[in-house]
């Protein structure tokens, strides 16, 4: 009874102190934090909110100010200088709440709109939900007053226990403790300096935690964040950004504006968050590592935003072209190819089981849970282990204060968002997403000094404060602060990393010391005009990087239909930094790559642009897109299809090491040395898991003596010949000191190119006492310097590219008639931009030595065959139309260009003037009415057309189209009904057709679909439980036309395509096809031609009873009429196949009727009577059944399963499919529990 009485007591005391401390005490003191400020996410239970050490802190403060003068140490803040900040910040509340906690529009996670000028007129923004004015400042009062140590536990002095939930301030006056600074370290602080430190201090804060997650309302870092605002562009931030515009992918930082690459959550912006190199990041605390340790183990997902992460289920009224991915998740492989892979936007699908990179290089996400949190979206294992250190699990473990001595944020980051709760007990501390932010403001910013450049932070902020914050030293002071910040050096040129919303950080930190808080008379300076060096190139190159880096800088896999992904070789940073080398500093001798003139202002600015257009746009063609930095083998015999191994020493009839310098530059040439042995560098993209086809070997250099004959390497049969006398175009059958074939951006080639840059740049430079950017390195001796796997190689590649830009194009003149780049150049600007010859002259410069052909030129090459000059050409176009946005002028009729919007490919061609060959159609059968029986029966034939002529009047498209195509059409059903298409007003010429989300499309007699020219998108792609029935009608794939396009787009287009598309058996698509359709791949009159019917992933699956199916017909190789992949399955009764079948990676096709297997070929009849003849390849566990069925009569009967064919069972499900969650519905809860009612009551 004593110990229940006691208790009672105990009861009764608690809760007088909990109405004092929650409800009493606010109404005088500080208004306590919203309730709304904690978040849960969609898919998981709503957590219990205990009562944080921060709010129990907080209403102490009447009698803190008591003791206020005796803590004036110089770590912390007195209480009565915080009061005296709030009381100034009060004042100006309405338009702090206004201006600073404000979210855009299309992000607000608010439920009511704003509400007594919350938002001033025009602005697109609602009040934040998730950060809040009254919860900054609960912050902001334990981080000055308190510091680090207030509120800590200590496992000595003070234990933590399971009943105790607040810490003490013992600690606080500790000399090592830190604090937010609000002037403490003055002896008069409450004077109008020491105030104004404080406010500037907080306002620089401020400004930076706007942009980097009060704008979107969020916690969580999101796969495709974006760069800045571009104020030039039509979106978020721009000309007409005074209304509610919805989230638009081309904004977003994503490959051609729809593909996020899953593995984003490893790092963006150039960053790896989990493997961060010690020259970028000090980690250490008294010669101690301080980093998270990487566990692959942990399994973690970012909170689910609601208007930003794709939901499943949830309408969105942009619809097609416009589906943000889902969000962050981190978690071990289950299984060999098991690979997060892409998510593409356009689709709303997650392509999984992929080796899909991202920027960052990873294929994977275990390990890659350190992803960017907390107001100023803190992240990387250095910043969230120095956290855990002063503020976690690890400072309590090592007898040191904690205020979270049970939270282990290395183990847990997610805690900081309030996302995996049950992981720590159900616990959401709150106040954790600005209590990160401020010690990253503490630890990186406030205690910043560099020596190099003599720039300590709290000195450079009095001085600013001093000399009444002119705008100039603002302006100076705010970009250093956010570079600090961000990239952790005070210079901009100390890192090619990009500061994100730079102009956002400057422009907030401004409009709140001059608009809100009146201080200083900056504000009314003038404003000085653009100086348009290469400073100012730069910054607006950085504000184009999510554009760059998603239609520049992208390469194609090969084992996804050439779908694009950022370029592994090629990265934004390496391309920065050497344009800052040739560009700032120059490549030796007064060379300098071109970007901008100060003295011709924009124009020059303008031609700076135009010349590095000039330059992406053929090195996209000749590295970048093949994501190659050595050459490859590219030159073949077409009817052999052999491959000469000695094409190392020369392609397209050139011999490399005879390409010596003219007289004049003779001494510069390297010498081909005869004992050379070399072999180029792979890279990891053209390797397994990334391609898993046969190609050639890697070009290599070794003397006669070892390799009298270098042979071929034949491709149909994937064999390798080096006995056998076979040259290359120029007729070389050996390999003897050819160690000089393309590398670089350029692939730059020759004994004179390499010589030049040696002789400039390298060892030879340095030999003779010359400036030089690399005096170790002797590009002669050993060309493969440029590409080998060092890091240092990732700007050299780039910067052996701008020198010889540099060399061959900038200094280009022909005297005979007199014809100079430089002035060509601005000849281009000066009229408009619209005269194509510029571009082709320049394309030729590079590639041949003249603009003119015949050439006059000692530098010539002497070939008659260039790839990629329409390409280059329309490269260039794009690049200055799409993402440079340049005024450019109409271009002459045949120019191709593509129209103004965003998520292109910028190397697709628009329709040519010319008329095009048709796709080759197949001989057909006549049509028949549906038959819509499981099993082939005869049917009724009608003499209606299948295919109809390419000169027919396109449709208009009955539903806004739109496509990452940048010059096709493509129109999207996903609306789950059925369309019928069975005449020429509902058919569909150039046009791509997707139908996605358990929507099904009906292809009758009379109806057609044929793909737009020149793409490699199918003309009709099934995903996401979609189905397809064809009775009648064509399908065409894209048409590849010679005339117009060259290089990796020679290729036919697929005809159709049923894809799975979430990895899921629920989510596979069908297809049947029944006498009468016609499914035909495109031709490829100097490619490939494309595959008929494509059928791809586990649960997708196609019936055949019927129809004709015919690969397109190509120059190098002829298209499937059916390819399988995937554990996908194809069932045929009957139909007519024109070209070979595949079947890849545990797919399996069944032939059903009376057949016979002769290694490579089937025959045989179907149940009508049909013969069949065809052959078949298989690889990867692909499967051939040829099944007997009981109508049929068969002398040899076939067997009933698999044929010298393992069994392979499916792959499993992957694990994150984060378009499909695994949640039960209210009704389905409901049925479950009735269920169990029933069954127990049946027990009973």
């Not at 593509?898 to 329709?911: C, D, K, Y």
Request: glycine share 8%; aromatic share 12%; with cysteine.
């Amino acid at each position: 009874m004593k110990m229940m009485r006691y208790n009672r007591r105990l009861l009764i005391s608690l809760a007088a102190i909990e109405i004092f401390a929650f409800a009493i005490v606010p109404l005088f003191i500080l208004p306590p934090l919203a309730s709304s400020s904690s978040t849960t996410t969609d898919n998981e239970a709503s957590p219990q909110e205990y009562p944080s050490p921060l709010f129990e802190e907080t209403n102490k403060g009447y009698q803190q100010q008591q003791q206020s003068t005796t803590r004036r140490t110089q770590g912390i803040a007195p209480l009565n200088i915080f009061l005296l900040l709030k009381d100034h910040f009060n004042l100006h509340r309405p338009q702090l709440e206004n201006f600073v906690f404000q979210s855009l529009r299309p992000f607000s996670t608010t439920n009511t709109d704003n509400q007594i000028n919350y938002s001033t007129a025009g602005k697109p923004t609602l009040p934040s939900r998730m950060y809040t004015y009254d919860d900054f400042f609960n912050t902001l009062q334990t981080m000055a007053v308190d510091g680090t140590f207030g509120n800590s536990f200590h496992r000595e002095t003070n234990p933590w226990r399971t009943d105790k939930v607040m810490g003490n301030n013992e600690y606080v006056k500790d000399e090592s403790n830190s604090a937010f600074y609000l002037s403490q370290d003055l002896s008069d602080f409450e004077n109008e300096e020491g105030m104004t430190l404080a406010i500037v201090n907080t306002c620089a804060f401020l400004a930076n935690v706007m942009v980097e997650s009060i704008q979107f309302d969020a916690c969580d870092e999101w796969n495709g964040m974006m760069t800045g605002f571009d104020p030039t562009t039509d979106g978020w931030g721009g000309v007409n950004n005074n209304d509610d515009k919805p989230i638009r992918l081309n904004e977003l930082s994503a490959v051609n504006g729809r593909y996020f690459p899953a593995s984003n959550a490893c790092g963006q912006n150039g960053r790896l968050y989990q493997e961060e190199e010690e020259e970028d990041v000090d980690c250490s605390i008294n010669d101690v590592d301080v980093s998270c340790p990487v566990d692959p183990l942990m399994d973690m997902r970012a909170t689910v935003h609601p208007k930003y992460n794709y939901i499943p289920g949830k309408t969105v009224s942009e619809g097609f072209r416009n589906q943000p991915p889902p969000e962050f998740a981190c978690g071990k492989k289950d299984y060999e190819g098991d690979y997060p892979g892409y998510w593409d936007g356009y689709t709303a699908e997650f392509v999984q089981d992929v080796a899909y990179p991202g920027a960052n290089g990873r294929i994977d996400v275990e390990g890659c849970c350190f992803w960017g949190r907390g107001a100023l979206q803190t992240k990387g294992t250095c910043a969230l282990g120095k956290f855990n250190y002063y503020f976690g699990k690890r400072a309590y473990d090592e007898d040191r204060p904690a205020r979270y001595p049970t939270v282990d944020f290395c183990k847990i980051p997610s805690v900081l968002c309030n996302t995996n709760v049950a992981q720590y007990g159900g616990v959401v501390y709150p106040e954790l997403r600005w209590m990160v932010a401020f010690h990253q403001w503490i630890e990186g910013v406030q205690s910043y000094s560099n020596d190099d450049t003599k720039w300590e932070y709290l000195p450079q902020l009095k001085l600013l404060v001093g000399k009444g914050l002119l705008k100039s030293d603002v302006r100076i002071f705010i970009d250093k602060v956010s570079s600090v910040l961000t990239r952790g050096c005070d210079e901009y040129f100390c890192s090619p990393h990009t500061i994100n919303f730079l102009e956002q950080r400057r422009d907030n930190f401004e409009t709140l010391i001059y608009d809100i808080f009146k201080l200083g008379n900056g504000r009314f300076e003038p404003e000085p005009p653009p100086f348009y060096d290469y400073e100012y190139a730069e910054k607006w190159l950085h504000l184009k990087r999510p554009k760059i880096e998603g239609n520049i800088l992208t390469s194609k896999h090969h084992e996804l239909g050439r779908v694009q992904y950022y370029s592994q070789a090629y990265r934004f940073l390496p391309f920065i930094s050497a344009l800052r080398t040739t560009a700032k500093y120059g490549a030796g001798d007064g060379r300098y790559f071109f970007v901008a003139d100060p003295g011709e202002g924009l124009r020059g600015f303008n031609a700076g642009l135009v010349n590095l257009a000039s330059f992406l746009a053929n090195a996209m063609a000749e590295s970048i897109d093949h994501d190659s930095c050595e050459e490859f083998h590219w030159e073949k015999d077409i009817a052999t299809g052999r491959y000469a191994i000695s094409n190392s020493c020369g392609q397209n009839g050139r011999n490399y090491g005879t390409e010596s310098c003219p007289p004049w530059q003779s001494f510069m040439t390297c010498p081909a040395a005869t004992d050379a042995e070399l072999q180029a560098s792979i890279s990891e993209t053209s390797e397994p898991p990334f391609r898993l086809g046969p190609k050639p070997p890697p070009f290599q250099c070794m003397p006669k003596s070892n390799l009298p004959s270098s042979g071929f390497w034949e491709e149909p049969t994937n064999t390798l010949d080096n006995n056998a006398n076979y040259p290359n175009s120029y007729g070389r059958t050996d390999v003897e000191g050819c160690s000089f074939w393309g590398r670089g951006v350029l692939h730059t080639r020759g004994t004179c190119n390499f010589g030049k840059f040696n002789f400039h740049v390298g060892a030879r430079a340095a030999a003779q006492n010359r400036p030089s950017l690399y005096p170790d390195l002797d590009f002669c001796s050993d060309p493969g310097l440029i590409c080998s796997d060092e890091e240092r190689t990732m700007d050299i590649r780039w910067v052996v590219g701008m020198f010889e830009w540099i060399d061959r194009v900038q200094d280009y003149y022909d005297s005979a008639l007199d014809w100079n780049y430089m002035r060509e150049l601005y000849k281009y600007v000066d009229g408009g931009m619209s005269d194509d010859s510029f571009i082709d002259k320049v394309n030729l410069i590079l590639a041949r030595g003249c603009h003119l052909y015949p050439c006059s030129s000692y530098f010539a090459v002497e070939s008659d065959r260039f790839l990629y000059s329409n390409e280059k050409r329309t490269n260039f176009r794009n690049i200055l139309k799409l993402l440079f946005e340049l005024p450019l002028s109409e271009a002459s009729p045949n120019t191709p260009v593509a129209p103004p919007g965003g998520g292109s490919s910028f190397v697709q061609p628009s329709e040519p003037v010319v008329n095009r060959p048709p796709t080759k159609p197949p001989t057909v059968r006549p049509t028949t009415v549906q038959v819509q029986t499981p099993s082939p029966v005869k049917s009724v034939t009608t003499n209606a057309p299948t295919i109809l002529p390419v000169t027919a009047e396109p449709t208009t498209p009955r539903v806004p189209t739109g496509s990452p195509i940048e010059l096709s059409d493509i129109t999207q059903w996903n609306d789950g009904e059925t369309h019928v298409i069975n005449s020429k007003e509902t058919s569909f010429l150039d046009e791509s057709i997707v139908v996605t989300r358990g929507t099904t499309f009906l292809l009758e007699p009379g109806g057609y679909v044929e793909a737009p020219l020149n793409t490699n998108w199918p003309a009709v792609r099934l995903s996401i439980g979609s189905m397809f029935a064809g009775t009648g009608g064509a399908i065409n794939g894209s048409y590849a036309d010679p005339s117009f396009l060259e290089g990796e787009y020679e290729d036919g287009g697929d005809g159709l395509h049923i894809n799975n598309g979430q990895s899921s058996d629920v989510t596979g698509s069908k297809g049947s096809f029944f006498d009468g359709v016609v499914i035909v791949g495109g031709d490829a009159p100097i490619g490939v031609g494309g595959n008929a019917l494509y059928v791809n992933g586990f649960g997708s699956e196609a019936k055949i009873y019927g129809g004709s199916f015919v690969g397109g017909k190509g120059a190098k190789d002829n298209g499937y009429s059916i390819l399988v992949q995937n554990s996908a399955k194809v069932h045929v009764y009957s139909g007519s196949f024109d070209g070979e079948i595949k079947v890849d990676r545990s797919a399996e096709i069944i032939f059903y009727g009376c057949f016979k297997r002769d290694r490579l070929q089937v025959s045989g009849t179907f149940p009508d009577e049909t013969y069949l003849d065809v052959s078949i390849r298989t690889s990867y566990g692909g499967e051939i059944t040829l099944m007997a069925v009981s109508e049929q009569e068969c002398d040899t009967a076939p067997s009933t399963s698999p044929t010298n064919f393992p069994t392979v069972s499916p792959r499993p499900t992957p694990k994150y499919n984060h378009g499909d969650r695994n949640t039960l519905s209210f009704a389905e809860m409901s049925l479950s529990l009735a269920s169990m009612l029933l069954f127990g009551l049946f027990w009973i």
